[in-house]
C-alpha cells in the first residue's frame, strides 16, 4: 500500500477547474505537514501549495496563488488541492505529499508521497 493515494487528474480546458484528492493510508493525516507538488516534462519538481501541522499557515507558488486552494479533511484523512482558472502552462503531474517536519517554503523534502496524478490542461 502507498502513504498516500492520489486522484482527481484529467484533461481540462483552459479555465476549467479541478479537484485533486489524497487520501493517507497508515498515519494520521492532520498530525503532518502536507503539499501539493508539480512535475512538468524537462523541470524539476516544484512546491504548488503547503500547510503546516503546527500553525495552519499555508504556502502558494506565486504562480497559483489566488487560482489554487489547499485543504484537508480529518474525518476522512484526505487532502485536497482545489485548482481553478487552470492555465496550459499547469500542465503536469501532481503529487501530494505528507511529513512530520515542515520543510520551509515547501521545499519538495518530504517523506512520504503519492503516485502522482496528471493534470492536463489544453483547448
Known amino acids: 500500500q502507498l502513504p498516500l493515494i492520489e486522484s482527481g487528474g484529467g484533461l481540462v480546458q483552459p479555465g476549467g477547474s479541478l479537484r485533486l484528492s489524497c487520501t493517507a493510508s497508515?498515519?494520521?493525516?492532520?498530525?503532518?505537514?502536507i503539499g501539493w507538488f508539480r512535475q512538468a516534462p524537462g523541470k524539476e519538481r516544484e512546491g504548488v501549495s503547503c500547510?503546516?501541522?503546527?500553525?495552519?499557515?499555508?504556502y502558494y507558488a506565486d504562480s497559483v496563488k489566488g487560482r489554487f486552494t489547499i485543504s484537508r479533511d480529518n474525518a476522512k484523512n484526505t487532502m485536497y488541492l482545489q485548482m481553478n482558472s487552470l492555465k496550459p502552462e499547469d500542465t503536469a503531474v501532481y503529487y501530494c505529499a505528507a511529513d512530520y517536519y515542515y520543510h520551509y517554503d515547501c521545499s519538495p523534502q518530504y517523506d512520504y508521497w503519492g503516485q502522482g496524478t496528471q493534470v492536463t490542461v489544453s483547448s
Open positions: 497508515g498515519f494520521t493525516l492532520e498530525d503532518y505537514n
Open positions: 500547510i503546516s501541522s503546527s500553525d495552519g499557515t499555508t
